[in-house]
């Protein structure tokens, strides 16, 4: 227990992880007195894992923080580990929506942007010369009862988008133009597309598809 294979190599986790439950029991990343979660999604998913080493690891059980942007491993015996920042590139989480496969695909090592450093995991939800990013972040937000005074605390989300272009970070502005200025080296083709298709620029989704076709140029 504790090594995991890639082709005929033996990889010892505890050289890229740390034990974040020292007594080896189930690990609950819970916060007392806040209401809600921190994670994408709150159960363990199935996931292949690619190290800033090159690396890849199938099959592992995990989790994204998005308070603290790190990656929780599930490993065998209940075992549970956080990944050292850094240490991750990719992680691609699977799962199933109304009975089909549905996967999430994430990057680490962008940038530097508005208060989002290299650590900070993005959504892929684009690929290519471009990609289109999305950021989620949970922060803990105190709430107080208008009847009672009380405080009480939860997780909310920020999410936020970008692209990442010619190796620099660019927030997202749901604009035609700043898109099309920002691809103008297949102007024509963008605008005959834009006609064709009748996107609409503050919807993500017809950005996304905007985004790919552009890509596909």
């Not at 007594?23 to 690619?50: L, R």
């Not at 690396?55 to 995990?62: G, L, Y």
Request: glycine share 6%; net charge neutral.
């Amino acid at each position: 227990m504790g090594e995991g294979k890639l082709g005929n190599t033996k990889v010892n986790w505890d050289d890229q992880f740390i034990i974040v439950d020292k007594n080896g029991a189930n690990f609950q990343s819970y916060y007392e007195g806040v209401d809600g979660h921190p994670f994408f999604i709150e159960v363990f998913k199935s996931s292949t894992i690619k190290l800033v080493s090159g690396e890849v690891f199938t099959d592992v059980r995990s989790r994204l923080d998005l308070f603290k942007q790190t990656i929780q491993l599930n490993l065998a015996g209940d075992t549970s580990k956080t990944v050292l920042p850094g240490k991750i590139t990719d992680i691609v989480f699977y799962d199933t929506i109304r009975s089909k496969p549905y996967s999430y695909k994430f990057q680490s090592g962008y940038p530097p942007i508005d208060d989002l450093d290299r650590n900070n995991f993005y959504q892929v939800l684009s690929d290519g010369k471009v990609e289109l990013l999305k950021s989620s972040v949970k922060k803990i937000n105190k709430l107080k009862n208008e009847m009672s005074g009380e405080l009480r605390s939860q997780f909310d989300i920020y999410e936020n988008y970008y692209l990442y272009v010619k190796y620099e970070m660019k927030r997202l502005k749901k604009d035609k133009e700043y898109l099309l200025n920002l691809f103008a080296d297949k102007r024509n083709e963008l605008e005959q597309y834009i006609k064709e298709q009748k996107i609409n620029f503050k919807s993500i989704d017809s950005i996304k598809e905007f985004v790919a076709y552009y890509n596909s140029l």
